[in-house]
């Protein structure tokens, strides 16, 4: 279906190269939305080439192994050298990765989606077995050197704890129960994608795990997550068993407390996670493009309170927006949720009716014309 | 003579397994012993700190500090609120604990 713009696409295009930002930035968000509505991916090169590159700049700093970030010294700024500390360069390159990513696949300017600046602290406290967003920056551990290493050797896991900024500042899905899985599922989804676009893997290639550089190599397991199998990243003495359900049927009552994980946040995150990569996977090729896109509109368009049923119906709405009503997209989204234990209510047997009813018509009145046609013809001679 | 047990959860992996640290201060060096009780009483006094809301996948801690009248104090904070005092406590609870 073609796209009606009341500003002609050539005239856009010059206004994305103006000198005004803001009038570049405007620019450019119309288009991007113009050509992702009717399926057009080539703008890319062109927001790339064309955002202010002072948007989401880099600051690490080392804390020297204490856990105030204010006695913490800067390591390496945008425009300054390369550090002779490697966790300081990864997380730098790390943060560069995801504002990348999100810049260029999904137009966002850096997390909160108008230039934030990005921080990170590197070599908090010591033998720290952990990464954490703490709402404005992130803070990585060096890991006890017996179960987990550096957290800055993990893209997706840094992708990961970014990610739960873009959430706060899109949906800002609540960190309890089902939308608290959910907050985590989009953490997990993006960062595993930012993984896999910096990667430039397709779905086929990913191992689709979360954290499996971060653990040491005598540790018995393969990640903290898997999205392709849900329950089996690991599984020995030290760790415990992988708990995470990939189908509802598994869903995990948990108390909504800080022991209980708020209800299974990072348990139940598993549900969601995995009908992404069965629509990923189904679909083929790079996750990041129609099956990423699908879930940032979903996710842009979520609320506070949203559950697995209202995110399920959102992304099959934004599937039939982004790609067509009753296309191969909208049909797998229906069908990876399917697969996971979820009938998406949105799925509008009427309106394919219809379609298929309106097709059939056309196609009667081709005939009929055709007939009266040659009725008339036979009158004739 | 005290005892601390340390209990963690949460983080960005909260369900691997995490098991208690338990220090009693009768396992230590009349040194480390003296420390033991400086950071505690540190700690002790500290007012309660309230959690970040906005932080995700920090970790909590929770050390209980028994003597032997029966006597119990029970102190929480997580990563993203932590005091130096607090880090310097359970630094050292873990370092006496593998040696135990």
Known sequence: MPLCCIVPPHMLERLAQSDSKSRRQKALNTLFNTYRLSGERTIRALTFASTSPDTGRRSVYDCRHGVTLSRAILTRTEDGPQSTDESVNRAFDGLGATRDFYRQVLNRNSIDGNGLRLNAYVHYDRDFQNAYWDGEQMVFGDGDGEIFVDFTKSLDVIGHELTHGVTEFTANLTYHNQPGALNESMSDVFGVLVKQWANQQTAEQADWLIGADILTPGIAGDALRSMKAPGTAYDNEALGRDPQPGHMSGYV???DTSRGDWGGVHINSGIPNHAFYLLATSLGGPAWEAPGHIWYESLKAS???????????????????LYGASSKQQKLVSDAWDGVGIKVAGVNTTAVETENTLRELVKQVSQLTADIASLKAAGKG | MMKATLATWGGLAPLLATPAVHVDDADLSKED???????????????????NPRARDARSYEVTFETPDGASTT????????TPEFA????????????A
């Open chain 1, 253 to 255: 009552q948990l108390p």
């Open chain 1, 303 to 321: 609320s506070a309170d949203t559950n697995f049923q209202q995110f399920a119906d959102t992304t099959y709405a934004k599937a039939g927006l």
């Open chain 2, 33 to 51: 012993a003296a420390t033991f009780r400086s950071l505690a009483t540190q700690v002790k006094d500290q007012p309660a700190r309230p959690a």
């Open chain 2, 75 to 82: 102190v929480e904070q997580t990563d993203a609120t932590m």
């Open chain 2, 88 to 99: 310097d406590l359970l630094q050292f609870l873990r370092r006496h604990h593998r040696r």
